[in-house]
């Protein structure tokens, strides 16, 4: 149990629809990082928040967005859902920046039907 | 940019084969981190090893061990007497260091069946 908890651990959905996937961090880590992963396009990054701020942006769609909350927990908005978006969706988190390594949770797993 | 090629995709082996799993990393940075990590079955993501761009000592852990050769920007991962346990697949990653900015460039994976 690396730590990080995710919600929900499936969801289907329809196209055109609107999802939240939420991240509860390692207790103490303040990095939180976002990652999709599909068949396709393997492991990406999709976006990391520091302490509550944006701080490094991947292949984001701008369909997507996500925030991270004064408690450190945060949030991956996904809209406007295509088939393309069915993946599975990670989060990490992690002490600090890149020298720090990153527990991942257990993903979301998002079907668009 | 920064990338990491597993040239590897798939690697089957009978149970205590040894077998090493090759990443081939590129990047102009001169500080950076390289990272093992295995998903199995069950679909998470396990830490294994961290090593910075410094320090380029070998690494062993049980069965695991790690080879990283800055000269031909190689970060390899040998298992030895391979279980069935071992069958997963497993990512090299990639991070550089920007202070508290960071992402990490992954690997396609490799899918490794250690057969009974």
């Known amino acids: 149990d690396s730590g990080v908890t995710q919600t929900p651990k499936h969801l289907i959905t329809a196209t055109g629809q609107r999802v939240t996937l939420r991240c509860s961090p390692r207790?103490?880590?303040?990095?939180v990082y976002w990652y999709q992963q599909s068949l396709d396009q393997g492991l990406q990054f999709l976006i990391q928040y520091y302490n509550g701020e944006e701080r490094a942006k991947g292949n984001i769609l701008e369909r997507f967005s996500a925030q991270q909350f004064p408690d450190l927990h945060s949030e991956l908005n996904l809209s406007s859902l295509e088939l393309g978006d069915s993946a599975l969706y990670f989060c990490?988190?992690?002490?600090?920046?890149?020298?720090?390594?990153?527990?991942f949770g257990p993903g979301t797993r998002l079907t668009v039907l | 940019a920064q990338k990491v090629t597993q040239a590897q995709t798939e690697i089957s082996v009978v149970e205590k084969e040894d077998v090493t799993l090759d990443c081939v990393y590129e990047?102009?940075?001169?500080?950076?981190?390289l990272f093992w990590y295995k998903q199995p079955p069950s679909g998470e993501l396990v830490f294994l090893i961290r090593?910075?761009?410094?320090?380029?000592q070998n690494e062993i852990s049980g069965r695991y061990s790690w080879n990283f050769q800055k000269s031909t920007s190689s970060f390899n991962f040998t298992i030895t007497a391979s279980q069935v346990v071992d069958s997963a697949v497993y990512f090299c990653a990639l991070n550089l260091y920007t202070g508290a900015n960071s992402k990490l460039t992954f690997g396609k994976g490799i899918t490794l069946s250690v057969r009974p």
């Open positions: 990047t102009r940075d001169t500080t950076y981190y």
């Open positions: 207790s103490g880590d303040l990095s």
């Open positions: 990490a988190s992690a002490g600090g920046g890149g020298a720090n390594e990153q527990f």
């Open positions: 090593r910075n761009s410094f320090d380029e």
